[in-house]
């Protein structure tokens, strides 16, 4: 910004005639942006030869950069899940992607699903748990959408979005969501076969398998690179295939960074990556979109089971406790406090008032999590915050549409939501410096993860979060070798166990995998 203390628009100084000079900037310049003549300042666009001759204007006080400035809330842009940020994928192009296999380990691949890759998509047939390409589970769907879900204008977009990376997918796990360790490594052998340099396990076990870490350490020594889930129980115990020496793992972490309550914490935790609330395609209409829309305002809502799955409109209404039959809200949405009686009692209560959808906001802190019991309401009905309810308390009589519909997208946490991040960006890091062995990503990965929690690596986030550009930009300067050396431990052995994904199935409030 130029700034003049004494007139509006200052002269330029005089010519000197003694000397040829060269062409001057017209005064005052042609491109004003902007001019604040009250606070004696304007708003150019010149060349650099002209702020230095503003510079040594004896009538100019200053000259500045118009410095940006941006809005401080944070609103994710539709289609691009927070993660995809959180782990700067989108600060990277994928265009080279097709130069790496990802192999995806899990319960199959919704083929034929708008928002996923038809291209550069392969798989094997299993006698046990059938045709890659379907997916009874959801699991696999969801973890292959925050891979590589498309930029395509509808749903989401995963870490590699522009369909150039090369997956294949052994389907390991059938609706049940189990299968043995032998399964697992035969079907790394797959992934081996098909030219996978990167493979995700969204999956884990108790108890660890010599035969399984074998098979790993030899995969390591082969140059693939292996990912896996830290596992949802919550506490201080290793997970396999995650805690072996030769996997990655990963724990998860919300929106804010912070470590979920259900993410393990061990010596073995390599890196972390969001793996809460983390939305996704599931196959197609299997997953749940829940709505709530107040005076053009969207809500934080979670459905509510046994209500009826559709979309309902009116004005916002206060039943207060809904413990007796709502009146005043014939045809509105009645907005209902929790406590006395049942969820089920609000809904009726609602319903007995001609209220054609109904809003339950919680008395405690969270979210609201409910169910009708065996009630089959005839209206939706959608849980929301205590803060959120307070709110729209100051917001009766507006224009509101609630309830939920079927979806080809859903809401799922879990470990098994950060792996997949983290093998995502570990093929997208690596399209970057294809002469690199899996070492050097691995050791570009934990080099530059964002640290959270304690200083230092710890059992909570390992190295801390992954961070995509971070790692180009250290290959871009020192090279595969880096400046680091290994930066992994040992893992836990001792008896055998079957891999499986969590348990739970994913809706549109959220499903632990």
């Not at 500045?64 to 994710?76: A, H, I």
């Not at 919704?110 to 046990?128: E, I, Y």
Request: overall charge negative; charged content about 15%; some cysteine.
């Amino acid at each position: 910004m130029a700034n003049d203390a004494s007139k509006p628009e200052p002269t330029p100084p005089p010519t000197d005639t003694k000397k040829k000079e060269k062409p001057r900037e017209p005064w005052p310049p042609k491109f004003i942006v902007l001019d604040l003549p009250e606070r004696n300042m304007m708003a150019l666009e010149v060349s650099a030869n002209a702020i230095q001759g503003l510079r040594n204007n004896p009538n100019v006080i200053s000259v500045e950069p118009d410095e940006k400035r941006y809005l401080y809330s944070t609103q994710y842009e539709p289609g691009k899940p927070y993660g995809i940020s959180q782990v700067q994928a989108d600060l990277l192009s994928d265009g080279a992607a097709g130069s790496r296999t990802l192999c995806i380990i899990d319960s199959g691949y919704d083929l034929g699903h708008p928002d996923l890759p038809q291209t550069n998509v392969s798989g094997s047939f299993d006698a046990g748990t059938g045709n890659w390409y379907t997916d009874e589970n959801g699991h696999g769907t969801h973890v292959a959408g925050t891979i590589a879900a498309l930029t395509n204008g509808e749903g989401v977009v995963g870490v590699l979005p522009n369909g150039q990376i090369n997956l294949h997918i052994v389907k390991v796990f059938a609706e049940s969501g189990w299968a043995y360790s032998s399964s697992l490594i035969a079907a790394t052998d797959e992934c081996v076969t098909a030219g996978a340099q990167v493979i995700n396990m969204s999956l884990g076990g108790s108890r660890a398998s010599k035969a399984e870490e074998r098979a790993f350490t030899n995969l390591a020594n082969a140059g693939v690179l292996s990912v896996a889930a830290a596992g949802n129980d919550g506490n201080t115990r290793h997970s396999y295939p995650a805690s072996y020496a030769s996997v990655v793992s990963v724990a998860a972490v919300d929106a804010n960074e912070q470590i979920a309550s259900f993410s393990q914490q061990t010596d073995q935790v390599e890196l972390a990556a969001p793996g809460v609330s983390v939305l996704s395609s599931v196959p197609r209409g299997t997953g749940e979109k829940v709505e709530l829309t107040v005076a053009n305002t969207q809500y934080t809502a979670t459905s509510i089971d046994g209500a009826l799955p559709i979309i309902a409109t009116g004005a916002l209404a206060a039943c207060g406790i809904a413990d007796a039959a709502c009146t005043n809200v014939a045809n509105q949405v009645c907005l209902i406090e929790r406590g006395v009686v049942s969820f089920a009692e609000k809904v009726q209560a609602c319903e007995a008032g001609g209220g054609v959808g109904a809003v339950i906001y919680n008395n405690e802190p969270g979210e609201l999590l409910a169910t009708l019991g065996d009630y089959a309401a005839s209206i939706p009905a959608v849980g929301i915050s205590a803060a959120d309810g307070a709110t729209l308390l100051t917001q009766l009589g507006s224009s509101t549409s609630v309830g939920s519909a079927t979806s080809d997208w859903a809401f799922f946490d879990g470990t098994s939501m950060a792996s997949p991040h983290v093998a995502g960006v570990a093929a997208l890091v690596w399209s970057y410096h294809t002469t690199c062995s899996n070492q050097d990503i691995r050791t570009a990965l934990t080099n530059t993860a964002k640290d959270l929690g304690t200083s230092g690596k710890d059992n909570a986030y390992g190295y801390g979060l992954v961070q995509a550009k971070a790692a180009v930009d250290y290959l871009d300067s020192y090279g595969c070798s880096g400046n680091g050396g290994d930066n992994t431990g040992g893992g836990d052995t001792g008896g055998e166990d079957g891999s499986n994904p969590g348990s739970g199935k994913g809706n549109g409030k959220g499903g632990k995998k």
